[in-house]
């Protein structure tokens, strides 16, 4: 069996075993486990009473506790407790009991147990229940982490501008949120269409914080960015052994969204054999993990969103007809950003005042020159493509008043503009990089492919320096 391993060290330290508090007083056993635990790469310590556990429970800093029941200064049940009300309120802990009585597994799993075994105890089994509690207690944690930051984030969750498209794609969002005032409600499939950079994502987080699903997991599913091979086991999960190197049981993508929103981007990148398997999903609204023969229930609202033509990628043999038609009930089509270039001004200004503060410049100003420019230019790469332009024009001019020239955009007339676009001496190679990376993604209208070829790199290598840059969502 494999090295259990701390998820909480700091990157470049050495890997530190999970710690593992045994609170039981038959001493032949407690040794026992102490010694195979230890065996299998644990850090375990042992308490013959609850005096010694409160101690240790300090001390050794444990991340899961094995608790006996019956102690000869107290009952188990009553320290577990004691830990879910003051100390330790989200510690797993595995109850462990000789007695095996009914009433005492209630009892463990009202207070928030994360299994209940009975004595005498097969170690194998034990160490199979550390694995499954140790992954779920994991994956709490980050849905937990990634629900806060949803709430952060929401206030921000806006879709700005006034083009009618936009007002119209603002109206059906309010009216789906409307028709689902319960989270036990599932709405109806949505498939965002629209180029690369116009915004799909947000549409699709508005879509949830409108909702009332607002309070459960948002989870994105990057289809063009999960590798090929491992595509299906991060999807619908996988269970211990199922192939070599599923050392251990993983939730799913799918399965851990829960009764929130997968949100599966570029859906046509998805392999198509998997296409299918993803279809049974949505029909039958249940999934089972690789390896497993158990049915799960899926109650996650779906939301899928494309740059391509769905109808060539049916034409191509890239995107099944039978799953086009399951995600396409409702349809919300998000315009380029030239097709409503008066928004531009708006979004620009609304940019620059968020790099503004979070930089703590002064309050940006855009000239009128630099207004008419916005609107006149063809933004291939949409509102990501603004969205950097404008992050780097107020860095450069440290905040204050935005002038035409400061935008070197293609076309810009005047030696300044043509200096600054060109130039990269006295940046540094980060920013030379990010420069010359923001410069292909515009002459290529954000065509990853593309843009590698054009920088001589691998279509992964540019994803990779993309992300760093943060010209993709990590």
């Not at 209940?116 to 849905?143: C, F, H, M, N, W």
């Not at 289809?223 to 269970?239: T, Y």
């Not at 023969?293 to 049916?314: L, Y």
Request: hydrophobic share 45%; proline share 5%.
């Amino acid at each position: 069996m494999s090295e259990r391993l701390s998820q909480t060290r700091e990157p470049d330290a050495p890997p530190a075993p999970v710690r593992v508090l045994i609170v039981d007083d038959e001493t032949l056993f407690a040794r026992a486990v102490e010694k195979r635990l230890a065996k299998e790469g644990y850090a375990p310590v042992v308490a013959g009473t609850l005096g010694k556990a409160r101690h240790l429970l300090q001390a050794a800093d444990p991340q899961i506790i094995l608790l006996d029941v019956r102690l000869p200064d107290g009952s188990g049940l009553d320290f577990l407790s004691e830990l879910r009300q003051h100390k330790a309120p989200e510690l797993p802990v595995v109850v462990l009991s000789a007695y095996g009585e009914i009433e005492d597994a209630v009892a463990a799993m009202k207070l928030r147990a994360s299994d209940y075994l009975k004595k005498p105890l097969d170690l194998d089994e034990l160490l199979i229940t550390l694995d499954k509690v140790l992954g779920d207690s994991q994956l709490a944690r980050a849905l937990e982490y990634s629900r806060a930051r949803e709430h952060h984030a929401r206030e921000e969750v806006c879709l700005l501008g006034q083009h009618p498209a936009i007002v119209k794609i603002r109206g059906q969002v309010e009216r789906l949120g409307a028709l689902c005032t319960t989270a036990a409600a599932i709405p109806p499939t949505i498939l965002i269409l629209g180029e690369t950079g116009t915004g799909k994502d947000l549409v699709a987080r508005l879509l949830h914080s409108t909702s009332a699903r607002r309070e459960r997991p948002f989870v994105h599913v990057d289809c063009a960015a999960l590798p090929k091979d491992l595509i299906e086991a991060e999807l619908f999960g996988h269970e211990k052994g199922a192939f070599t190197t599923a050392l251990t049981a993983r939730t799913g993508l799918i399965e851990a969204a829960e009764d929130g929103v997968v949100f599966l981007d570029e859906i046509g990148e998805l392999p198509v054999d998997l296409q299918s398997k993803l279809l049974a999903v949505l029909e039958r609204r249940s999934t089972r993990r690789i390896g497993s023969t158990r049915e799960r229930t899926v109650s996650a609202w779906f939301i899928a969103a494309t740059n391509r033509d769905p109808e060539q990628m049916m034409a191509a043999g890239a995107l099944r007809n039978d799953l086009y038609y399951r995600l396409n009930v409702l349809s919300i089509y998000v315009p380029p950003l030239r097709a409503r270039a008066d928004d531009a001004v708006a979004l620009a200004d609304h940019f620059a005042r968020q790099v503004a503060k979070r930089y703590g410049l002064p309050a940006p100003a855009i000239t009128v020159p630099a207004g008419s420019l916005l609107r006149a230019y063809s933004w291939p790469g949409n509102i990501r493509e603004l969205k950097h332009l404008i992050e780097r024009v107020v860095l450069l001019t440290g905040g204050g008043m935005v002038n035409a020239e400061d935008l070197m955009l293609p076309g810009l007339s005047g030696e300044r503009g043509l200096e600054r676009s060109t130039a990269i001496e006295g940046l540094t190679l980060a920013a030379a990089e990010r420069l010359l990376i923001e410069q292909a993604l515009s002459r290529t209208g954000n065509n990853v492919s593309e843009t590698a070829r054009q920088l001589g790199v691998t279509r992964m290598a540019i994803r990779y320096r993309m992300k760093k840059h943060g010209f993709l969502d990590v």
